[in-house]
Structure formats: C-alpha cells, structure tokens
C-alpha cells in the first residue's frame, strides 16, 4: 500500500507524491498555492512568542510600523472626537448656567422695584432704571407709586413664564412677562425690558397690567 507522502496544510488528509489538489479540501497543491496558503494562515495566525513571523526581520518591522500606525491614528481619532465631546458639553453647559444667573438676577430687579413700590419710594425705584436707555425720570415712577398703590401693596414674588435674551449693537438686553403674586389679592400680569450696564441688569421698561407703568 503507497504511503502518504505528507498531509494536506488545511485539513490534514492524506496527500501522495503528485496529487495536483486535495480530494478533501481542494487546496491546489502546485508551490505557488502552496505558499500563498501559508502566508495567509501567517497572518491569521502569527507565529508564537520567539519564533520569527515568516518573511523575515523586515517583514516583521513592517508589519510592526503598520501597526503603530493603526494604533496611532485611533487614537488621534479618539482625541478629537472625545475633545469635541467634551468642548460642546462644557460650553453648552456654560450657556444655560449663564443664561439661569441672568434670568434670576432680572428677577431680583423687579422684586426690588416692586419693593421700592410698596415703601413709596420713588428714589430707589429710579436707581433700578438704565437711565441713559429710557426716558423715565424719578417723577414717573413717583407718579406710578402715588397713583397705584394698589399694584405695589401686599407685594409678595415675582415669577416669571417667559425670558427672551438679546444681544447686539445696542448691547444686551432681555424680555420679560410674568405674573406679580401678592399676599391678599389675586396676581397681576407683568412685563418688562431690561439692560445689561456695566455687567448689571437695569430696567428700560416696566408695566402692570391694564397698560400701568412706562
């Protein structure tokens, strides 16, 4: 009986001298397909720890700077996007903190001249305006207390429902409408603009319901 003369490098069936391909797999068994074979089972499966990958030492330092390579640009790639990631969440949450501390601090402006209001006080009241952006002078606002008080007395809170930022040439200004709370009466709708002078929240505007105010 013929003896095999070696095993097939796939499947490991018995292969005699001259067979052209294996009768199990069909590996063509010529040297050229032969070698094509093992150099892509080499880089399937590379050689273990010691043993020279084939191809040789320049092959292995190629192979070795191709990896680096891949290694590098994916981390490059994480950089960007992790920094970009990181860039928009911090600024996006700069903005809505910057814009909750705006809001509150328009807020403390009305409930302080709703305060001035409810003392008669028409100097204070004044002090809270932006002067050089409105034409309110400290005698409108001692009429509005005079002839109002019923808007003023019993204040409580101001809420607000609605804040509309704007920025341009003329500055930083916003929108206000709400609804001003009282101790014993029923609350009172609002409006009012304001300016940011000097990195401080002044009113151009204020007006009570039924068109009270300037």
């Not at 043993?51 to 030492?57: I, K, N, T």
């Not at 996006?92 to 008669?120: C, H, K, P, W, Y």
């Not at 050089?132 to 019993?154: C, K, M, N, S, Y």
Request: hydrophobic residues 45%; charged residues 15%; contains cysteine.
């Amino acid at each position: 009986m013929d003896q095999p003369a070696y095993t097939c490098p796939r499947c490991a069936a018995p292969i005699s001298g001259g067979q052209p391909a294996c009768t199990r797999c069909g590996l063509a068994l010529d040297p050229a397909s032969l070698a094509a074979f093992q150099a892509q089972q080499a880089a399937y499966y590379p050689p273990p720890a010691g043993m020279p990958p084939a191809g040789g030492p320049a092959l292995a330092a190629r192979r070795a700077r191709v990896g680096w390579g891949v290694l590098g640009l994916a981390v490059v790639v994480l950089l960007c996007c992790g920094g970009s990631a990181l860039f928009l969440v911090t600024n996006t949450t700069q903005l809505f903190t910057s814009l909750a501390q705006d809001s509150a601090a328009t807020t403390t402006v009305i409930q302080r001249f709703m305060q001035a209001g409810e003392r008669n006080d028409a100097a204070a009241g004044y002090a809270l305006f932006a002067s050089a952006a409105t034409d309110v002078t400290q005698a409108d606002i001692a009429r509005l207390f005079d002839d109002h008080p019923e808007f003023f007395a019993g204040f409580q809170t101001a809420r607000q429902e609605n804040y509309q930022l704007f920025s341009g040439t003329q500055g930083t200004t916003a929108d206000v409408t709400g609804r001003i709370t009282y101790r014993r009466h029923a609350e009172v709708p609002f409006s009012a603009r304001l300016m940011k002078v000097n990195n401080r929240w002044a009113l151009v505007s204020f007006q009570l319901a039924q068109g009270v105010g300037r």
